[in-house]
């Protein structure tokens, strides 16, 4: 059976979207949506001394426009890449699989982006090269499913002859599952992940970027992810 799950176009995406992505075999990106406000799409998530921190992508915002995802650009004349790289170094450095991992993940912030969508295939390409993952991607911008967000996902399994779609636990507010299994697919509900493992600094903090993740279980990430 195959599966399929859609997901924001996070900046070093989230251990929960990446529990979604480690279960399916086509993820639809969502990138013809509007920018949400307020939303964390462009930011990544790490652990400090402090607790949890955001790394923040600036990113152009039109005047009384939300901007589509697929258009947004990157305001390069903020110094953005060199403070990212700067809080990485100075948190992970001492995590287990920081001197194995960084190089590659360092390569990411040497380049100049002025397209944001550009930044998040690198930003992802690299944990799914460490993951050995390889779904099949699909984007909003290739693909226009119309009618309510169930017809929508209907629409997206027929044609990638998927049949079961992997949601987050608690989406019955916004999702209504009950109509892909009246159509003969089934909505598989993806619970959020509290299990906790060995972190940098003292306490927990859940759901980080999945760069926490790899940097302190190095190879073992695929295998937390895939616990629940």
Same mark, same amino acid.
């Given at each position: 059976m195959n599966h399929l799950t859609t997901i924001f176009p996070e900046y070093f995406p989230s251990i929960r979207t990446f529990q979604k992505m480690s279960r399916s075999d086509v993820v639809f990106i969502l990138d013809d949506r509007p920018l949400r406000s307020g939303g964390k799409m462009n930011r990544m998530s790490i652990k400090t001394s402090a607790g949890k921190h955001y790394l923040t992508v /600036?990113?152009? +915002? /039109?005047?009384?426009?939300k901007p589509i995802i697929r258009n &947004?650009? +990157?305001d390069s004349t903020r110094f953005w890449r060199k403070k990212h790289s700067k809080?990485?170094?100075?948190?992970?450095?001492?995590?287990?699989y920081f001197e194995h991992?960084? /190089?590659?993940?360092?390569?990411?912030?040497?380049r100049d982006y002025s397209d944001y969508m550009e930044l998040f295939y690198e930003s992802i390409s690299v944990i799914l090269s460490i993951l050995n993952m390889n779904p099949r991607f699909v984007t909003g911008s290739g693909f226009h499913p119309a009618g309510s967000r169930e017809e929508q996902i209907l629409g997206i399994l027929k044609k990638e002859s998927c049949r079961?779609?992997? +949601?987050?636990?608690?989406?019955e507010a916004y999702f209504d599952g009950s109509v892909l299994e009246e159509n003969g697919y089934s909505c598989v509900k993806v619970p959020d992940s509290r299990l906790e493992y060995p972190?940098?600094?003292l306490g927990f903090e859940s759901n980080l970027s999945v &760069?926490? &993740?790899?940097?302190n279980l190095g190879p073992e990430s695929k295998y937390y992810l895939m616990k629940n």
């Open positions: /600036p990113v152009y +915002i /039109p005047l009384h426009k &947004l650009s +990157i809080s990485l170094l100075v948190n992970y450095r001492n995590a287990p991992y960084w /190089p590659v993940i360092e390569t990411i912030f040497l079961s779609y992997l +949601i987050e636990a608690g989406s972190q940098q600094f &760069l926490d &993740l790899v940097m």
